[in-house]
């Protein structure tokens, strides 16, 4: 039976296991070459504008068909999105990408089973993680994939204090710190400045890694300049804020004083315009009736010469009374009769 299953099997490639089956399951080991890349499993970090080195090693047989290649891909992407570094094939090394003119083997030709990888005046957005690719066909794979996480070291920049809600006596307010860069992330440390006693720890809560300080129960003895600072394993860097705690109460009456004297203001501006407009009135002339004089005695026109107007009916023309001012009176000759 057991000869009848290496007849079964001989002439079947090589390769690091074979199974088969033959009246149940059976796996059997066979030897064969296997690619196997090794990597270092701590993650690495370099200072912004040093040289980083990435250790990459390969055991196989390297022939003909041996190709290395060096890929990279940003923190929290997929493995798939990763853009190539460099290659090597056919005996030629290819730099390629953003990072060509700074990236090179520390072996060049890579065929004496070092791989690593030399990138020079590192930057910020060369963190991530870095892909050792060996290919050497017709071999088999174990582990022909080495993976490398980097990061770049960064101090912290310039934080920036800001404050958030008001400061009254018996409220609360929100001091606010943020660093927009440094790697590995900084954490935050708030402080206060000078001889005044620090509020006490149950008013004074902070986190250090949001860089958030909370104020409670505030008193006017809260008020001064309050430092942070931001630090990671790179350096330190701080900013300050001044805080001014006021008395709400205080502000009410002198919010009350103030609205009294604008409206003090306002009356004396309305009396002051409207002074000003008498006077402006008076010295004005009477305005006098351009057209002709009319005369006590002055007859209304047109009433006169309609009075003065006869009509002959026998010659059907229109005869103009006399004047009055030639109009004489004559006494009555009749009779009288008593």
């Known amino acids: 039976m057991a000869g009848q299953l290496e007849v079964a099997v001989t002439g079947l490639p090589a390769g690091p296991f074979l199974c088969w089956a033959l009246l149940g399951f059976v796996c059997l080991s066979a030897p064969g070459i296997a690619v196997e890349v090794k990597v270092p499993t701590e993650p690495l970090s370099a200072p912004v504008g040093k040289t980083a080195e990435l250790s990459c090693s390969y055991s196989t047989s390297v022939g003909d068909n041996f190709a290395l290649e060096w890929s990279f891909v940003q923190p929290g992407k997929p493995i798939s999105t990763s853009h190539p570094i460099l290659y090597f094939t056919n005996g030629h090394l290819y730099p390629t990408g953003s990072k060509a003119e700074r990236a090179s083997l520390l072996q060049n030709p890579p065929t004496r089973g070092v791989a690593s990888l030399r990138l020079t005046d590192v930057r910020p957005s060369d963190t991530g993680t870095y892909l050792c690719h060996v290919n050497n066909p017709p071999d088999f794979y174990t582990n022909g994939l080495g993976l490398i996480n980097l990061t770049v070291l960064v ?16 409220g609360s307010t929100e001091l606010r710190c943020y660093s927009s860069e440094g790697a590995p992330k900084p954490v ?11 509020p006490s720890p149950g008013s004074m809560v902070q986190d250090e890694v949001s860089g958030q300080l909370i104020l409670t129960n505030l008193s006017l003895t809260s008020s001064g300049t309050y430092r942070c600072v931001a630090t990671n394993q790179m350096g330190s860097s701080s900013c300050e804020l001044t805080l001014s705690v006021t008395d709400s109460s205080k502000g009410r009456v002198a919010g009350t004083l103030i609205g009294v004297l604008l409206g003090v203001l306002l009356l004396s501006v309305a009396a002051f315009c409207l002074i000003r407009f008498q ?15 009319l005369r006590e005695d002055a007859t209304a026109p047109g009433i006169f010469e309609q009075s003065s107007m006869k009509v002959d009916s026998s010659k059907g023309l229109l005869e103009r009374s006399p004047s009055t001012s030639t109009v004489t009176t004559t006494k009555s000759k009749l009779p009288m009769v008593v």
């Open 155 to 170: 101090s912290p920049s310039n934080p920036l204090c800001t404050q958030n809600g008001p400061s009254f006596v018996g």
């Open 188 to 198: 935050y440390n708030w402080v206060r400045l000078g001889s005044s006693p620090t």
């Open 279 to 293: 006077k402006e009135r008076k010295k004005k002339p009477k305005e006098t009736y351009g057209g002709s004089e």
